[in-house]
């Protein structure tokens, strides 16, 4: 099967050149039968990426110790499920699945346009041909995941050689959520590879009009949404599983997870500008560019060990590799856009500052000061090697200190911007859409510090988070009010019908309350607490309204390791709320350990406790607990984001017109005897 994967491999990489060559032709010569077999060699290599992938996975799930990267990243005690994360835990199988979840991607374009848009799909193809090239290069030759063990045999002849069992897998991989968490992350950053070939090959070709705006939105908002739940499911396994009390650290692989998410969402926002005006058409061409880099530059991050990361792989020599590969990317884009700069030219300009175009350029501008500030802090130890030799990392408060304001900024024109009219908003339409959320977000924030908050980002966020709130639910209310006044039915009901009308402009309103709600969770950031000490069994600890109790402590050998586990009884006010059970793991196969948090999770707050070891003074089993205000209202929020990007992408039903007889008149034969009624701008399927 070893030989079967990487034959597969190989021969996907000769379609591969194939297909990027014969496309290439078939731009110049425009032959159908040759622009059918450049199509048709691109899903080849789809499929053959697929069989060399099955053929990885078969060699986990049999447990066939010759090959050397079974042997790094599995045991034969390991748990069935958790083979699954075993394939992605290496350098080799993440960039083979990389290579696979591409191929998906890829295949679904070429087979769903094959008999569209002839005059684009070549340049496409060449395009993701390219992009698979590279990451093939490195399966087949610099980062293969099918080498077998071997050692010298007599007269210096090299034999395979099986081991009977492996190192196993890294503890904080043997969780569940690392079975969906990288395939979902690993989703979002090859999505973008979509729109950024559209986007290539359409100033390439000088595609006219907007079509390829309209053929990429729904590419970008999967990768996008894919991305959203990727980045949430890291930060709650960061959380739950890496036992320092946090879901969000500043991270440089975090970081390289949010910069393509940051510049993904402005162009999601600033597309509706080429859409509706005909602007800033140079803008979404570089945001699409950038997205798709920094992808390549996130995964650089996390390979190279050019910065240290919990999330990293080793240090390996693949970095040249993929700085080439940026390089190149970027020189390609550079050149296209130079070479075609006039066809991105705007059809209008900005009428006025207080205009949903205005808004949407401040949020570009906001979100690349935020891509900005965090790839500098984030290669910033890189940076000061480079100059003054040695490295000096900005942590947790450089972060927070520039992105808190840019943060609530954007929460700001998150309420702002859907509101404001096109071209010109009048003084009296503002008074009308923000006058009272407004007011009322400035009495909570009133009554937030009558109630003793003192934290000037928290009492800004409490106002800003109840006027974004509430300029959503007036959209949904006034869209609602019009048709139940037309249909006679509830308002419950006309919100849904509302919303299945223009699913991307309310399936949007309700991502943005998600957002809310992530940046509500956020704000208990403010407010946490934490202790840590000794605890034998019979001790207690005190930690806000929570009384904690060491009950029981006990030592266990599982199949795959050995754990020490301590029961703790919780009490509120006398009563006892729950047992939790935080354990500590060690793993003989690999000689690595673990920790497995306890967390009693509540809309208010998170009692977070994790058994931190013993003590080397006096052996006695030390806890750390924390007190995490809020800290539900992020997953909260980020379900509700996941939610309202899928509706964004569902398609439109269209509106059923209902027909009246018109008022004191007969009908004649010949004239008409009804009038339709008409539709506001809240029924458009359109807008």
Same mark, same amino acid.
């Given at each position: 099967m070893?030989?079967?994967?990487?034959?597969?491999?190989?021969?996907?990489?000769?379609?591969?050149?194939?297909?990027?060559?014969?496309?290439?032709?078939?731009?110049?010569?425009?032959?159908?039968?040759?622009?059918?077999?450049?199509?048709?060699?691109?899903?080849a290599v789809c499929v053959l990426v697929w069989i060399g992938f099955a053929s990885l996975a078969y060699l986990f799930f049999t447990d066939n110790f010759s090959m050397a990267y079974v042997v790094e990243h599995s045991n034969r005690t390991l748990a069935t499920f958790f083979k699954f994360p075993a394939i992605w835990a290496g350098q080799e199988g993440s960039l083979l699945f990389w290579s696979f979840l591409l191929?998906?991607?890829?295949?679904?374009?070429?087979?769903?346009?094959?008999?569209?848009?002839?005059?684009? @799909?070549?340049?496409? %193809?060449?395009?993701? =041909? $390219? *992009?698979? +090239?590279?990451?093939?290069?490195?399966?087949?030759?610099?980062a293969s995941p099918f080498k077998v063990m071997g050692m010298a045999g007599p007269g210096g002849v090299l034999q395979w050689v099986s081991r009977g069992d492996g190192q196993g897998l890294n503890p904080l991989l043997q969780y569940p959520e690392m079975i969906i968490h990288p395939p979902v992350l690993y989703s979002g950053y090859t999505g973008f590879s979509i729109p950024f070939a559209f986007a290539l090959?359409?100033?390439?070709?000088?595609?006219?009009?907007?079509?390829?705006?309209?053929?990429?939105?729904?590419?970008? @908002?999967?990768?996008? %949404?894919?991305?959203? =739940? $990727? *980045?949430? +499911?890291?930060?709650?396994w960061a959380y739950a599983v890496l036992g320092w009390g946090g879901y969000w650290s500043w991270d440089p692989v975090e970081n390289a997870s949010l910069m393509p998410w940051l510049t993904?969402?402005?162009?999601?926002?600033?597309?509706?500008?080429?859409?509706?005006?005909?602007?800033?058409?140079?803008?979404?061409?570089?945001?699409?560019?950038?997205?798709?880099?920094?992808?390549?530059?996130?995964?650089?991050?996390?390979?190279?060990?050019?910065?240290?990361?919990?999330?990293?792989?080793?240090?390996?020599?693949?970095?040249?590799?993929?700085?080439?590969f940026i390089g190149l990317g970027f020189v390609v884009c550079l050149v296209a856009f130079w070479k075609n700069r006039d066809y991105l030219r705007s059809d209008n300009s900005l009428d006025s500052l207080v205009s949903r175009e205005s808004s949407f350029l401040f949020n570009n501008l906001i979100l690349l000061v935020a891509v900005v500030a965090v790839l500098s802090g984030t290669l910033f130890p890189v940076l000061s090697e480079w100059v003054r030799g040695t490295k000096i990392s900005v942590g947790a408060p450089f972060f927070n200190r520039v992105n808190l304001p840019i943060g609530l900024f954007l929460l700001f024109l998150t309420g702002v911007g859907p509101l404001l009219a096109w071209r010109k908003t009048s003084m009296a339409s503002l008074r009308r859409n923000f006058g009272g959320p407004l007011a009322i977000g400035v009495v909570a924030g009133g009554v937030s510090v009558a109630l003793g908050l003192r934290n000037f980002y928290v009492i800004l966020c409490v106002i800003l988070s109840v006027f974004v709130t509430l300029t959503i639910l007036l959209e949904f209310y006034r869209g609602a009010r019009v048709i139940s006044?037309?249909?006679?039915?509830?308002?419950?009901?006309?919100?849904?019908?509302?919303?299945?009308?223009?699913?991307?402009?309310?399936?949007?309103?309700?991502?943005?309350?998600?957002?809310?709600?992530?940046?509500?969770?956020?704000?208990?950031?403010?407010?946490?607490?934490?202790?840590?000490?000794?605890m034998p069994v019979g001790a207690q600890m005190?930690?806000?309204?929570?009384?904690?109790?060491?009950?029981?402590?006990?030592?266990?050998?599982?199949?795959?390791?050995?754990?020490?586990?301590?029961?703790?009884?919780?009490?509120?006010?006398?009563?006892?709320?729950?047992?939790?059970?935080?354990?500590?793991?060690?793993?003989?196969?690999?000689?690595?350990?673990?920790?497995?948090?306890?967390?009693?999770?509540?809309?208010?707050?998170d009692l977070y406790v994790v058994y931190a070891g013993r003590s080397p003074d006096t052996n006695q089993p030390v806890i750390h607990a924390y007190l995490n205000p809020l800290v539900k209202w992020i997953w909260l929020g980020g379900a509700i984001v996941i939610l309202g990007t899928l509706l964004a992408l569902m398609p439109n039903q269209q509106p059923s017109f209902a027909l009246r007889t018109t008022e004191g008149r007969v009908p004649v034969p010949g004239s008409p005897a009804m009038a339709p009624i008409s539709v506001s701008r809240y029924e458009s399927p359109h807008e």
């Open positions: 070893d030989l079967f994967g990487s034959f597969a491999l190989l021969l996907a990489f000769l379609c591969g050149i194939y297909a990027f060559c014969a496309g290439i032709a078939a731009i110049r010569t425009r032959k159908p039968l040759l622009i059918k077999s450049a199509r048709h060699a691109g899903m191929s998906i991607y890829v295949f679904s374009a070429l087979f769903a346009y094959r008999k569209k848009h002839p005059e684009l @799909m070549p340049y496409v %193809g060449v395009v993701l =041909a $390219g *992009i698979q +090239l590279f990451f093939l290069t490195l399966n087949n030759f610099i090959a359409a100033l390439l070709g000088r595609y006219p009009g907007e079509k390829w705006i309209h053929l990429t939105r729904r590419w970008t @908002m999967i990768a996008w %949404g894919f991305q959203s =739940a $990727g *980045i949430l +499911l890291g930060a709650h993904g969402t402005a162009f999601l926002h600033s597309v509706m500008m080429q859409e509706k005006r005909g602007m800033m058409r140079v803008w979404n061409v570089w945001l699409v560019f950038t997205t798709f880099l920094l992808t390549i530059l996130g995964t650089t991050l996390t390979r190279t060990g050019l910065v240290s990361s919990v999330h990293a792989f080793a240090q390996s020599d693949i970095g040249p590799w993929f700085f080439g006044a037309r249909s006679g039915s509830n308002l419950l009901f006309s919100a849904g019908t509302l919303t299945m009308r223009n699913t991307r402009r309310y399936g949007g309103y309700i991502v943005h309350f998600g957002i809310v709600l992530i940046f509500i969770g956020i704000s208990g950031t403010a407010f946490n607490q934490d202790k840590q000490m000794e005190d930690i806000g309204p929570y009384h904690l109790t060491h009950q029981a402590f006990d030592t266990t050998q599982e199949t795959n390791y050995s754990t020490e586990k301590a029961t703790i009884a919780v009490d509120r006010d006398g009563q006892q709320m729950i047992m939790l059970y935080p354990e500590h793991r060690f793993y003989p196969s690999n000689q690595e350990s673990g920790t497995m948090v306890a967390i009693y999770s509540t809309l208010k707050e």
